[in-house]
T-cell receptor, first 113, second 111 residues
Framework: SAVISQKPSRDICQRGTSLTIQCQVD?????MFWYRQQPGQSLTLIAT?????????ESGFVIDKFPISRPNLTFSTLTVSNMSPEDSSIYLC??????????FGPGTRLTVT | GENVEQHPSTLSVQEGDSAVIKCTYS??????FPWYKQELGKRPQLIID?????GEKKDQRIAVTLNKTAKHFSLHITETQPEDSAVYFC??????????FGGGTRLMVKP
């Protein structure tokens, strides 16, 4: 399976600021996704990162709060904007492998103070 | 949209016993059902999956069963070991790799 890396692995940020998380894959993949995992909770899909077009957001997530870029088939970024303590979570990118499997990056642990 | 429910939320077993985790899904169009294991501080790891054209799949000590009529699927772990202790998530997908996750089960295997 593909090797997936994320940067940063963790960060502590002040409320009102923004953080951009990077996801890098060692091979070209068609599907990339961003998930949020709040403390002690399950995984919730934020959006599908589409290469060359706007991301597709799930209900409850909006582009102004979570802008996503996907400039090519190996890289994507997720920005968490105007952060509040409620944004403290683990953010995970994942990639889809044909035809169904999905593999996760190591995650970014975000704490907002 | 899809809704996946997972039970139990916590499960404690003695080493060597079997563990069973059950999930139900709502969308009859779902056709792919993976299970992930997440150890503390680690990423979710795909451990086994099943597609809708199969009723059962085994991989060493783990197995998954699927009942499409009842819309439920289960993870079975036999001969549990302390290293099986983790949080397990089921998920369902009906298209394009988009996964809907269950709430998770914290499995504790007591030595």
């Amino acid at each position: 399976s593909a090797v997936i890396s994320q940067k940063p692995s963790r960060d502590i940020c002040q409320r009102g600021t923004s953080l951009t998380i990077q996801c890098q894959v060692d091979s070209q993949v068609t599907m990339m996704f961003w998930y949020r995992q709040q403390p002690g909770q399950s995984l919730t899909l934020i959006a599908t990162a589409n290469q060359g077009s706007e991301a597709t957001y799930e209900s409850g997530f909006v582009i102004d709060k979570f802008p996503i870029s996907r400039p090519n088939l190996t890289f994507s970024t997720l920005t968490v904007s105007n952060m509040s303590p409620e944004d403290s979570s683990i953010y995970l990118c994942s990639v889809g492998a044909d035809p169904y499997e999905q593999y996760f990056g190591p995650g970014t642990r975000l704490t907002v103070t | 949209g899809e809704n996946v429910e997972q039970h139990p939320s916590t499960l404690s077993v003695q080493e060597g016993d079997s563990a069973v985790i059950k999930c139900t899904y709502s969308d009859s169009a779902s056709n792919y059902f993976p299970w992930y294991k997440q150890e503390l501080g680690k990423r979710p790891q795909l451990i086994i999956d099943i597609r809708s054209n199969v009723g059962e799949k085994k991989d060493q000590r783990i197995a998954v069963t699927l009942n499409k009529t009842a819309k439920h699927f289960s993870l079975h772990i036999t001969e549990t070991q302390p290293e099986d202790s983790a949080v397990y998530f089921c998920a369902a997908s009906n298209a394009g790799n988009m996964l809907t996750f269950g709430g998770g089960t914290r499995l504790m295997v007591k030595p």
